[in-house]
């Protein structure tokens, strides 16, 4: 089986770990990795990674791109992509940037003319009612076009379906977690220095912006009756704003702001939290499609209490409490519920073991490689019945 997967998303090393596991399960799968050389972030210029690729068994093919920063509306080189298409022959082409993209129309037009006994489909988070304006007649033809679909959540699926698309969709995040890295670890030294000993440490980590819901956090955190600290991993637009509250609420002295870090320098701080918070909040254009750090710290058995925003509540299950978003009265309370340490170990043991279930890289290529199976199963069935 020959699979092309086109996705900005795996210009980094560390998202393209479920193509790695995929092929490691089955050696006679070749998959090659379609991306930008480069892409605009807020700070810097992110660029391919390509070193390593061949050890980890892909194919990594940087094309030119125009037009970046805006998902939907880049695309490619058409020569670069059409050499693609030719030399690779995929069977399967999963391209990851929405049901209206430029680049999901290129490619659905270069399998029609240069590998037409190919499968397409799309990747979508878009988890929200939306209008497009002229561009939902680039979205009919792509979803006309389309042979599956793979959604990062339920309520993506189900909007496709409102939207007429009528073939196989799977349900999957885009990108899992390594249990091996994100785990339990020895943090003491950690919450040493950030004089976090003997308090109940409330944790979040991701960007400081208006749709976590962080002024909500701080509003029922005001109410809390015992000696806790917020530890802040993140940096964004309301870094300034949430200062400015807690002075007014006068708590400005049990938050610390510790900034950015890499993967494995966030694991270290997810390990120093006793609770990780995930207070999402619904925006017009907004809600929360995912929550990989709700994945990330019940690996490394963190309990998490999250909002009823989006998928958080169908990610968190069982292995954590939800409140209703914005609600403080209902945050207090269920923050109130995990003082009792031994309902925190438990609820930590339980994310564990979903993680690992559910939400692992392996698991996650399995389930897509079964998906893949069938499509091309299904097809031939179709060819020989015809």
Same mark, same amino acid.
């Given at each position: ?23 490691? #399960?089955?050696?006679?799968?070749? !998959? ?6 480069? =892409? ?23 094309? &030119? ?11 490619? =080189?058409?020569? $670069?992509? !059409? ?25 659905? #037009? ?75 670890? $020895? ?41 806790? &600290? ?87 299950? $069982? ?10 009265? $209902? ?20 994310? &564990? ?21 069938? #499509? #091309? ?10």
């Amino acid at each position: 089986m020959k699979v092309l997967v086109v996705g900005h998303t795996y210009m980094l090393r560390v998202n393209r770990l479920k193509f790695v596991e995929m092929v490691r #399960l089955d050696p006679t799968v070749q !998959v090659t990795i379609v991306c930008p050389r480069t =892409w605009p972030h807020t700070l810097y210029q992110i660029r391919a990674e390509t070193a390593g690729a061949h050890e980890d068994g892909l194919v990594v093919r940087p094309l &030119r791109a125009f037009m970046r920063r805006w998902e939907s509306g880049y695309f490619y =080189w058409w020569p $670069d992509l !059409v050499s693609v298409i030719r030399k690779t022959r995929p069977d399967i082409i999963q391209v990851e940037h929405g049901t209206w993209s430029l680049v999901y129309l290129q490619f659905i #037009l270069a399998r029609n003319w240069y590998a037409n006994k190919a499968k397409i489909g799309l990747f979508t988070w878009v988890n929200w009612p939306y209008r497009l304006g002229p561009r939902q007649w680039i979205e009919r033809f792509n979803l006309k076009k389309s042979d599956f679909a793979v959604t990062g959540n339920a309520d993506a699926a189900k909007i496709l379906r409102d939207k007429g698309f009528i073939g196989p969709i799977k349900a999957a995040p885009q990108v899992g977690v390594d249990p091996g890295m994100y785990t339990r670890q $020895d943090s003491a030294g950690l919450r040493k220095r950030l004089e976090l000993d003997g308090a109940l440490v409330i944790g979040f980590v991701g960007r400081l912006s208006r749709e976590k819901g962080l002024l909500t956090l701080l509003k029922a955190l005001s109410q809390l009756r015992c000696n806790w &600290r917020l530890l802040l991993v993140g940096r964004g637009e309301m870094d300034s704003i949430i200062r400015d509250e807690a002075l007014r609420m006068n708590i400005a002295d049990r938050l610390i702001f510790a900034g950015s870090f890499s993967h494995l320098e966030v694991v270290t701080y997810m390990n120093a939290m006793d609770l990780l918070m995930l207070p999402s909040e619904t925006q017009s254009n907004w809600r929360e499609q995912f929550g990989r750090v709700l994945i990330e710290a019940m690996a490394c058995e963190v309990p998490v209490i999250g909002s009823s925003c989006g998928e958080i509540p169908n990610v968190i299950g $069982d292995a954590g409490l939800v409140f209703r978003e914005g609600d403080v009265r $209902d945050l207090v309370n269920k923050i109130t519920t995990f003082l009792d340490a031994g309902l925190r170990e438990k609820a930590g043991k339980r994310g &564990r073991q979903k993680v690992l279930s559910q939400y692992t890289q392996n698991t996650l290529a399995a389930g897509l490689l079964d998906f893949y199976r069938d #499509l #091309l199963d299904s097809h031939t069935a179709n060819v020989r019945e015809n």
